[in-house]
């Protein structure tokens, strides 16, 4: 039994009362360009990182997953962390470091661009490779020309250091499986790769 009444009263509302399409935007607010690295340092709550700058880890994912060649469940590990990381441009370049046992993915979030310097052992080559974190996907302002990515991914034990062109950049990153300090390796002080 199909009530045509009932549809057409509900049709016509629609019709005689669309939704508004002017006037009712959700406003926007304009980016702080002024910002300082300290206001962004106690907004986010970040604390002092050992390769330089400051973070925060945001998320660990509860999910566990067995490590490769394990049969216990004591040595099961997350399947993801992520952090908020913050450098300023008077640290210069953070110290050379790498993730051994898993890949990390970059993201840009706010401030100046950041240069990632990147090396892999047994590459075939003793080049070091920069790669830059910003906005300016179109733009030709990185080194060498190269534009800039908003996510930039550093694979399982490629050093990585990394430095901002302005007074600060705000980057995230990603690391899957999760990070660990066992699966951390710093450089010792004044370390360059092969070649840099």
Known sequence: MFKLPILANALAAVLLNPPPTTGTRIPIPEPRNNATAQEIIDALGLIPNVEGGYYLETFRDPFLVPLPGSNDCSSNRSVSTAIYYLLEGSAGFSRWHRVVDAAEV??????APLSLYLWREGDGGD???ERVLGSDVLG?????GQPQSPQVVVARAEWQRARSW???????TTVAPAFTETGFELAPPGWEPHGA
């Open 140 to 144: 030709a302002s990185g080194a060498g």
């Open 166 to 172: 302005g007074e600060w950049s705000l980057v995230g």
């Open 127 to 129: 080049e070091v490779r």
């Open 106 to 111: 970059w993201h840009w979030y706010a401030g």
